[in-house]
């Protein structure tokens, strides 16, 4: 009975992860695997993720900006997290409270309605 | 202690652009009385809510910049609360981040200055920087 009603949730769990954006579920396996083999050579070419708003020089990080900060929300309304986006831990904190704050004020949902 | 601070009010969609006026004068009023300054007001216009507030979709967006302290601020935050069209509102304090922003700005001006000033080392640098490499070549 257990093991019926847990198996369930977890597919369900799967797809809501992979919805923001496809990279992300695929890219944890593989970034294990890898060292495994050692020196089996590179079998996923990935590109090297990096910071957004260091790369373009965006400095404050405003809660007005919804443009900017609906990139880094994933469907649901969630916050996606740094390992998918690449954002560095310094605007991470930044862009989080920024969502936040957009969140009281209506300008982002706290979660998508369905 | 003045500070800058971000008022953010949704007001709500039925409202009259005279009542809306009106409002903000009141609220301007209340500010200037109590001893802060205005920078600027804006009305950002409608906007769809990304979910439902007091049963409305829509909302007028106003945004005011003021320079007040602490206590002002509170009061604002009591007279939005108490003012009927006011259906949400967020007060944010924005001196410690535009501190934050100017110095940020300082240092990358004071970079730019010091590789516009040296044109020539350039392939000064990239010697060193073969150096290296060669080395590595050779130790590999």
Known sequence: MADETSTPSAPTSRPEGSGPSSSGPGGRPPGGRPSGPGGGGRKFFRRKKVCKFCVEKIDSIHYRDVRLLQQFVAERGKIVPRRLTGVCTTHQRGLARAIKQARNIALLPFAARF | ?140
């Open chain 2, 1 to 140: 202690m003045q500070r800058t601070y971000e008022v953010m009010f949704i007001v709500r969609p039925d409202i009259l652009d005279e009542d809306l006026d009106k409002l903000i004068a009141g609220l301007e009023g209340n500010i200037t009385a109590g001893g802060g300054s205005i920078k600027s007001v804006e009305k950002l216009g409608r906007r769809k809510l990304a979910y439902t507030v007091k049963k409305f979709n829509d909302g007028n967006y106003v945004l005011l910049t003021i320079h007040a302290d602490g206590s002002l601020v509170g009061e604002i935050e009591r007279r939005l609360r108490v003012s009927e069209p006011v259906i949400k509102f967020i007060s944010v304090r924005m001196d410690e981040e535009e501190k934050r922003v100017a110095k940020i700005k300082a240092i990358r001006a004071t970079r730019k200055k010091l590789s516009a000033q040296p044109a020539a080392p350039p392939p000064a640098a990239v010697e060193p920087a073969a150096a290296p490499a060669s080395t590595e070549a050779a130790t590999a």
